[in-house]
């Protein structure tokens, strides 16, 4: 079982940064590969980035390649997403995840967070 709370959304104008944090508890959050996810008003949620369970490998969507970093610290159960260069386009509230590999290859998140709000003004 983990838990997860995400914090450190907020306003702020296009092009400024955020660093949005997730907090895990539960003794096998390093088993665990870590995504974020974002919904915006009216759309479907969507997949940002994601990091697996070593840390050693990141994935992240095309809309926010080069402008967004996910990273993860072991030793405090948290993991980040580094947000740069926002644009209007990036507003919506952002899910923190925690999932696994299946054996057809793609992730199952099977815990989420409560999520936090992200707004980019023009």
């Known amino acids: 079982q983990v838990q997860l709370v995400e914090s450190g959304g907020g306003l702020v104008q296009a092009g400024g940064s955020l660093r949005l944090s997730c907090a895990a508890s539960?003794?096998?959050?390093?088993?665990?590969?870590m995504g974020w996810f974002r919904q915006a008003p009216g759309k479907e949620r969507e997949f940002v980035a994601r990091i697996n369970w070593s840390g050693g490998r990141t994935y992240y969507a095309d809309s926010v390649k080069g402008r967004f970093s996910i990273s993860r610290d072991y030793a405090k159960n948290m993991v980040y997403l580094q947000m740069n260069s926002l644009k209007p386009e990036d507003t919506a509230v952002y899910y923190c995840?925690?999932?696994?590999?299946?054996?057809?290859?793609?992730?199952?998140?099977?815990?989420w967070g409560q999520g936090t709000q992200v707004t980019v003004s023009s």
């Open positions: 539960g003794r096998t959050f390093s088993s665990y590969a």
């Open positions: 995840a925690a999932g696994a590999l299946t054996s057809a290859g793609s992730y199952k998140y099977d815990y």
